[in-house]
């Protein structure tokens, strides 16, 4: 699996977008992009993924570049529930299914 | 959504003693299961992949003697800790992926092993 850089932290104020960027410039062309969290002593919760179309949920969007090597998860408005450490994983369906996880971004929400 | 339950949530065990902790799919089967550790400070590792109805397979450098997986329900999968030192204390966290989702996997809430 691609091996993906983020930046270790970042502050957000709260009630403003967070905008957490992922390097992946090594992904291959059936390589997914997750995003993932874990807030503290919690096991991580999925967030959202894609290809290589931009997603939306109800927690966040997800922008890839159009040559996919590098994404942003954003969180249009930040609450101090969004403090948590935010992992990007590029992944392949065909790799025996694991999830390896990469050191993440700890985001940090301030009133 | 699906859900996966763990078991405890937290244990405290002497050196030497065994813990075994259970990680259930609740909603849904979930041939496929994964342990993972994570030390304070870091990132999970990911330690076994367990498969229902035959053997698990570990990650390098992970003794498959210390910790002993078994999946012997599509819902059910336990991860024990034999012989427990305190440099196994750790967070230990299962995940397991719904095969009607396309999203991914559902993690559990994580079993929190101190040794002492």
């Known amino acids: 699996d691609a091996k993906t850089t983020q930046p270790p932290s970042m502050d957000c104020a709260e009630g403003r977008a967070a905008n957490l960027p992922c390097n992946h410039s090594?992904?291959?062309?059936?390589?997914?992009v997750y995003w993932y969290r874990q807030i503290h002593s919690q096991g991580p919760q999925y967030i959202i993924h894609?290809?290589?179309n931009n997603e939306t949920n109800e927690m966040a969007s997800l922008i890839i570049t159009e040559d996919r090597k590098s994404s942003t998860l954003i969180l249009p408005h930040a609450t101090l529930r969004d403090t948590a450490v935010y992992y990007c994983?590029?992944?392949?369906?065909?790799?025996?299914?694991?999830?390896?996880f990469g050191t993440g971004t700890s985001l940090t929400v301030i009133p | 959504g699906a859900v996966v339950s763990q078991h405890p949530s937290w244990v405290i065990c002497k050196s030497g003693t065994s813990v075994k902790i259970e990680c259930r799919s609740l909603?849904?089967?979930?041939?496929?299961m994964f342990w993972y550790r994570q030390f304070p400070k870091q990132s999970l590792m990911l330690m076994a992949t367990?498969?229902?109805?035959?053997?698990?397979?570990?990650e390098q450098g992970v003794e498959k003697d210390k910790f002993l997986i078994n999946h012997a329900s599509l819902t059910l999968s336990t991860l024990t800790v034999t012989s427990a030192h305190p440099e196994d204390s750790s967070f230990y966290i299962c995940?397991?992926?719904?095969?009607?989702?396309?999203?991914?996997?559902?993690f559990g809430s994580g079993t929190r092993l101190t040794v002492v």
């Open positions: 909603d849904f089967q979930a041939t496929t």
């Open positions: 994983i590029v992944r392949s369906p065909n790799t025996g299914n694991q999830f390896y």
């Open positions: 090594t992904i291959s062309g059936n390589e997914y």
């Open positions: 894609g290809l290589k």
């Open positions: 367990s498969n229902e109805g035959s053997k698990a397979t570990y």
């Open positions: 995940s397991a992926k719904d095969r009607n989702q396309n999203y991914g996997y559902t």
